[in-house]
């Protein structure tokens, strides 16, 4: 974990804020919301120098928070109650491992959890995008169970899943993405980072993703069956054999992609785009992310029709820092992006039933947005 020692607690640096390293400083991790308590939080606020000496935590307050948005993990809105007035935060967002059975063998298989931890510690500083300050952070050796406190940026404006983003934001926020992808574009960073931030096209994507996909696709059929446009009703069968081809196929030119670029982990403090959720960040063309993006953060009849002007939107982005682009090839890799992307709303769908009302419209809209991507450019064409 890069382990200092800072005040009597260990803690990472970075950016001249102090990140406690939970299990270093004997804080733990945690486990359920009963473990969220006025001493824990107090250890987090002072060692990452948020409240200062003196004064205390007297008692804390929860909120589970992003049921329906957070997916692999629980997010609870912590508000202390301080003995004196105190310049520390009103509240803090901790995160920690998901309790549904499917999700979390998602994110354990797939190795999903160490990868924020580490952007947060190493990449958010630098980041073009405005993300919260972490102050706290660990993991377990075998990169399980995790916690994360990180600053409340709930008073930004938040984007919504459902709703969709209109194409004026959609513009604004594959702007901020290409500038993202410029500053790793092609780094000599990218093979340190190598063994967190995992390539797309990896053994384990490899074998896991065929199996959660052919268990989710009948949950797709017994729920949404009914929805699945004609014209792509062949991708349940069809996907699974070609897992390895197009990720294969998403691998250049290299550069660091978020993974999860969707609206419900977008939002705006004054004009600035934010981005939270950093838990599939890994390597590989950054037109996965803008494949992604397009076809599930855009409500169907908005995305219709604006495909390639969003595209090249992006891609004019990316040129005004100096990069050259093979823009044929940049379209190719979003077809094939946009139809390795359905997984999403596949492979979470063995939870379905378990969700509530907002969480299984998110997951029939992200599914079925991407189906209706995929069919409105043919792109099943493309990987055939």
């Avoid at 500053?183 to 190598?194: D, F, N, R, T, V």
Wanted: one cysteine or more.
């Amino acid at each position: 974990m890069f382990v200092l020692s800072v005040a009597g607690a260990a803690v990472s640096g970075g950016n001249n804020m102090a990140i406690v390293d939970l299990i270093e400083s004997g804080l733990g991790l945690l486990r359920s919301e009963s473990d969220i308590t006025p001493e824990w939080v107090q250890g987090v606020l002072r060692g990452s120098g948020a409240l200062e000496d003196g004064v205390d935590v007297t008692s804390v307050s929860t909120e589970r928070i992003g049921e329906g948005v957070g997916i692999l993990s629980i997010l609870q809105r912590v508000t202390p109650t301080y003995s004196a007035a105190t310049k520390a935060p009103k509240s803090v967002v901790v995160k920690y491992p998901t309790d549904d059975p499917t999700q979390r063998f998602t994110a354990d298989a797939l190795v999903l959890y160490i990868r924020e931890l580490v952007f947060y510690r190493e990449c958010a500083p630098d980041a073009p995008f405005r993300t919260a300050r972490c102050h706290a952070q660990a993991i377990a050796g075998d990169n399980t169970d995790f916690t994360i406190v990180m600053e409340d940026i709930g008073h930004m404006r938040p984007l919504n899943q459902l709703d969709g983003v209109g194409m004026e934001e959609a513009r604004t926020l594959l702007s901020i993405l290409a500038d993202f992808h410029a500053m790793w574009w092609a780094s000599p960073k990218l093979e340190g980072l190598a063994g967190t931030f995992q390539p797309l096209a990896n053994p384990t994507y490899n074998a896991v993703l065929p199996m959660l996909w052919t268990q989710g696709w009948p949950n797709v059929e017994l729920h949404a069956g009914q929805l699945v446009p004609d014209s792509v009703r062949s991708i349940g069968g069809m996907w699974a054999g070609k897992v390895s081809w197009m990720l294969d196929n998403l691998m250049a030119p290299a550069t660091l992609v978020h993974g999860d670029w969707r609206a419900d982990n977008l939002m705006f403090d004054g004009d600035r785009p934010a981005a939270i959720d950093f838990q599939i960040i890994g390597t590989g063309s950054g037109m996965y992310d803008v494949g992604y993006f397009i076809s599930q953060s855009i409500a169907t009849d908005v995305r219709r029709g604006h495909d390639r002007e969003l595209v090249d939107h992006y891609l004019d982005r990316l040129e005004s820092h100096g990069i050259e682009i093979d823009r044929a090839e940049a379209w190719r890799q979003y077809l094939v992006c946009i139809v390795f992307c359905v997984t999403y709303g596949v492979t979470t769908f063995g939870g379905y039933a378990e969700q509530n009302e907002r969480g299984q419209a998110l997951l029939r809209d992200m599914l079925l947005r991407a189906l209706h991507c995929v069919a409105d450019n043919d792109a099943l064409s493309a990987i055939e």
